[in-house]
DNA sequence: TTGTAAGCGTTATCAA
DNA sequence: TTGATAACGCTTACAA
C-alpha cells in the first residue's frame, strides 16, 4: 500500500500544505503538530513522490550521464567521479551507454530531455555536429568530459603536450628508435591529437619520422596487440612503444613478451591513461595519466555551477596530467 | 524555450486530447489532423515531459541500480549486462554506489523509491535484514544479483561448487599442496561459500586441511599481493592457489613473480571471476569465470517479468560457471 | 501558524 | 474522430 501526502494529512488531523511544510521544512510549523505529522509519517511509511514534486518545481536532482561504454576501464573510473560529487550535491544519475554509436547517442539524449534531467555529462570520442546542435537547442546544461566543442562547456587534458611530453620522455632516456601505436584518424582527441604529440617530439628531437613507424590502433588490447607484431617484423625494429592507450599497451607488451623479447630492456613501452590495471600487470606499465576520477569531479561539479546558476568564467577546463614511471620503460 | 502539449495544440488548432493520441498512437487520428500536429511538434521541437506523464501514468520507467562500486572491475560488465537489456524493454538507469555501507545502502534504497523507479537490482556482498525489510515493504520488484535472500529473487552461481570445482581442477593437475585465498569471512558468497568449496575438494580428496594455507583476503589486488607473500613465507610451500577473485588473483601473481618463482612451474593459480583483464595480464590466469553480463542480462530479464505482471515460476535463478584455462595453472 | 485552492504537463473518461 | 475536463501528488500564493 502506498500512501500519499493527502493520507498523512488525513491521519494528523492537518491539511496537505503543513505536512508539505514539515517535509521541506519551508515554513515554521508548530512544534506540536509538526510531530503529530512527523508521527503519521512515521505509521504510514510515508514517502514523498519526487516525481510530483519534480512536476512542481520544475528539477528533477537526476543528471545524465553518456558514456561509449561502461565495460571499458577507462570510464568506470570517471563516472564514479562524477557520481560522488552528484551525491554530495543531491543529484542522481542517470547511466547511458552509447557504444560510440551516433544514432544512440541521438536517442539518449533526447530520453534524458523528455525525462528532464537537470544537466547531463557526456563522454564520447567525437562530438557531431547533429548532437551538439542539439545540446544547444535543449535549455540543460551539457558539460563535456574529455572531448571538446567550441561553443560547450568541457573538462579534457591537453592530448598533444601530455603524448608529446610521453614521447619526450622516451627520447631522454636515449630511445631513438620510437615507434607509435595511436588511436583512430578520425578522433580528434585519442588520434589525431596524440599523434601529434608523437610528431611534435620527434621533430623537436630532430629526428626523422618513419612513416612505417606509426600504427593506428583502435582502443583496445586487440589492437595494440596486433600493432605491436607489426612493429616487430620491421627489418628496423623500433626499441620503444608509445601507445595511445593503456588497454592497448598491455595488448603491445603482450606481443613483445611473447615474442620472447624483454620488457623494457628489448623494447621500452609507455601507456595512456593510467587505468587502474596499468599498476597491476607484469610488468607494470610506464604511462602518461590522465586525472579520470578528478575529470568526471570536476565536470560534475562544473555542472552543478551550471545547475544553480553561478556564474561561470571559465568554461574550459583542462587538467593536467602526469606521467606514472613503472617496470615497462 | 520550452514548449508544452498545450502550446502544439494550439499551434496545430486541435485540442490537447488529440495531440496526446497523435504522440502515443493511443487512438485512431484523422491523417490530416495527425499531419498538422506532426508538423507543429516538429516547429516547435516539442519534447513530451516524462516528468508529466509518469505522474499521469504511475510508472517512469526507470529502474535503480545499486552497485557496491562501479570503480571496480567487476561490475561495469554485469552492469553493461543490466543496461543492454533495459534499453530492450524501454528502461533507463539510475545508477548508485554504495561503498557496501548499510547506511548509504538504506538511503539510496529510500531516494529511489521517492523517484519512484518501476523496479530495482541490488548487488551487494550481504543484504542486511534491515534493508531486506525495506525491500519487502516498498511495493516495487527487486531482484539481487550475486547474493541471496530467502525472500526475494536472486540471480547467482553456486560459489561452493564453483570453488570445488576450481580446487578439484588442480588437484587434477597433480597439485597436493593448494592453498586458498579467500574473501571475507563475514561474506556469505564470496567468502564462507568459496572457503567452503575449497574444502570439500581437500576432503574428497582425502587431503588435510592446513589452517595456515588459507589466508583472508579482501579482494582487492593488494590484499592477493599480501596474502601470496604469506603462503611463500610458509616452510612448507603451496604448488598452487586457489584465489577468490581475480583481482587478487592478478596481485598474487605478481607476488609470485617478483619473488623469482614461475608461474605455473613452481606455483600455479587460479581466480575467480574472469574479468576482462585476466585474459590480458602476463601469464594469464585460469580462472573460475562468472558469467558476468549474463548476470546482469538476466537479473534485468527476470525484472522485467515482475514489471508487466508476468508470473515468474522461478524466481531463484543460477547461472553456470565456467572454467577457462589460460598460462597460470 | 494553518488552510484553501490553483497549477505543474500529462492521460483518460466521457460526451459530442 | 474530436474536445472538455478531472485527476495524478505535490508546492505555493493567498487568505484566514
New interface residues.
Given amino acids: 500500500?502506498?500512501f500519499n501526502i493527502k493520507d498523512v494529512a488525513k491521519k494528523a488531523n492537518v491539511s496537505i500544505s503543513t505536512v508539505s511544510r514539515v517535509i521541506n521544512q519551508s515554513k515554521p510549523v508548530q512544534s506540536k503538530t509538526k510531530e503529530r505529522v512527523l508521527m503519521a509519517i512515521e505509521e504510514l511509511?510515508y514517502?514523498?513522490?519526487?516525481?510530483?514534486r519534480?512536476?512542481k518545481v520544475k528539477h528533477?536532482q537526476?543528471i545524465g550521464i553518456m558514456v561509449p561504454?561502461?565495460?571499458?576501464?577507462f570510464?568506470?573510473?570517471v563516472?564514479?567521479g562524477i557520481?560522488?560529487v552528484a551525491n554530495m550535491y543531491e543529484y542522481?544519475?542517470?547511466?547511458?551507454?552509447t557504444d560510440l554509436d551516433d544514432d544512440k547517442e541521438l536517442k539518449y539524449f533526447?530520453?534524458?530531455?523528455?525525462?528532464?534531467v537537470d544537466g547531463l555529462i557526456f563522454m564520447g570520442n567525437i562530438l557531431t555536429d547533429r548532437l551538439a546542435r542539439e545540446m544547444k537547442?535543449a535549455?540543460m546544461p551539457v558539460v563535456l568530459i574529455g572531448s571538446d566543442h567550441p561553443d560547450l562547456p568541457s573538462v579534457t587534458i591537453d592530448n598533444t603536450l601530455a603524448a608529446r611530453k610521453a614521447v619526450e620522455y622516451l627520447l631522454d632516456k636515449g630511445h631513438r628508435g620510437v615507434a607509435v601505436i595511436t588511436g583512430k584518424m578520425k578522433d580528434p582527441m585519442m588520434g589525431r591529437a596524440r599523434l601529434k604529440g608523437y610528431r611534435e617530439a620527434l621533430e623537436k628531437a630532430g629526428i626523422n619520422w618513419k612513416s612505417e613507424w606509426v600504427v593506428e590502433g583502435g582502443y583496445r588490447?586487440k589492437s595494440g596487440y596486433e600493432g605491436a607484431r607489426q612493429l616487430m617484423m620491421l627489418e628496423e625494429r623500433p626499441t620503444a612503444i608509445f601507445v595511445a592507450s593503456d588497454?592497448m599497451a598491455?595488448?603491445a607488451?603482450?606481443a613483445i613478451?611473447e615474442k620472447g623479447l624483454q620488457i623494457p630492456q628489448d623494447i621500452a613501452v609507455v601507456g595512456f591513461d593510467n587505468i587502474?590495471?596499468s599498476g597491476?600487470?607484469?610488468p607494470s606499465l610506464t604511462t602518461m595519466g590522465q586525472p579520470m576520477y578528478e575529470m568526471g569531479a570536476i565536470g560534475m561539479r562544473l555542472l552543478t555551477k551550471y545547475l544553480q546558476g553561478e556564474i561561470v568564467n571559465d568554461n574550459k577546463v583542462v587538467l593536467n596530467f602526469e606521467l606514472t614511471e613503472r617496470e615497462s620503460s
Fill in positions: 500500500m502506498k511509511g514517502k514523498p513522490n519526487a516525481i510530483a519534480s512536476l528533477t537526476s561504454d561502461i565495460a571499458n576501464q570510464y568506470p573510473e563516472v564514479r557520481e560522488d542522481t544519475i542517470f547511466l547511458c551507454n533526447s530520453g534524458m530531455e523528455e525525462k528532464q537547442k535549455d588490447f588497454e598491455i595488448g607488451m603482450r613478451l587502474d590495471m597491476k600487470v607484469y
